[in-house]
């Protein structure tokens, strides 16, 4: 009786509510507020598999085509490239196809990881410190055969800084 009292008294008389009225309210506001974060970290799983599977699509794709292309070299012309071009230039059809399929690899890994900034491995550098691996990427492969990606940007970027550093250093010789 004395506990109705204090019940009465506590949570009627003076308005607060008792424990059970404002609990439930804020465990079903918990429960909402986690259930849209499930949903919305669902929609992004799904957009980035989905992401890397039309990646690996396209990538299956371009081996394909590139294999064709070893097997019909005449087919560069869809490129704007002849093998006369590729052979004033010191390079092969072989050299080309190797250096396309390896950018192709790095560009796949990058885009399928959602990378928005690249910075190549020491590998792809020593590549890229090859006079022929870079004109073969500005002359041929970069524009006849790559879209515009954080990575092409960041070979784009490496191989501007390393003719830089080989102009200056021609200069200093001067």
Known sequence: MVDDIVYSHLFVESEILPPKDYVEPIILGLSLFVAI??????????????????????????????????????ILR??????????????????????????????????????R???L??????????????????????NGFFNRTSFSKAVDAYIAAKEAEIAMKKEAKI
């Not at 690996?56 to 097997?71: G, K, P, T, Y």
């Open 117 to 119: 900034h690249v910075d």
């Open 37 to 74: 974060i499930a949903a919305v970290i669902a929609t992004w799983s799904i957009r980035s598999q989905t992401h890397a599977l039309k990646w690996r699509a396209n990538h299956d794709f371009h081996l394909a085509s590139l294999d064709i292309l070893a097997r019909q070299p005449d």
């Open 78 to 115: 869809f490129h704007g490239v002849s093998l006369t071009d590729l052979e004033r230039d010191g390079l092969s059809l072989e050299d080309l196809i190797y250096l396309c399929l390896d950018f192709d690899a790095g560009d796949t890994l990058y885009e399928i990881g959602g990378d």
């Open 121 to 142: 491995t020491d590998y792809r550098k020593r590549l890229l410190d090859n006079d022929q691996v870079r004109q073969a990427w500005t002359k041929y492969l970069r």
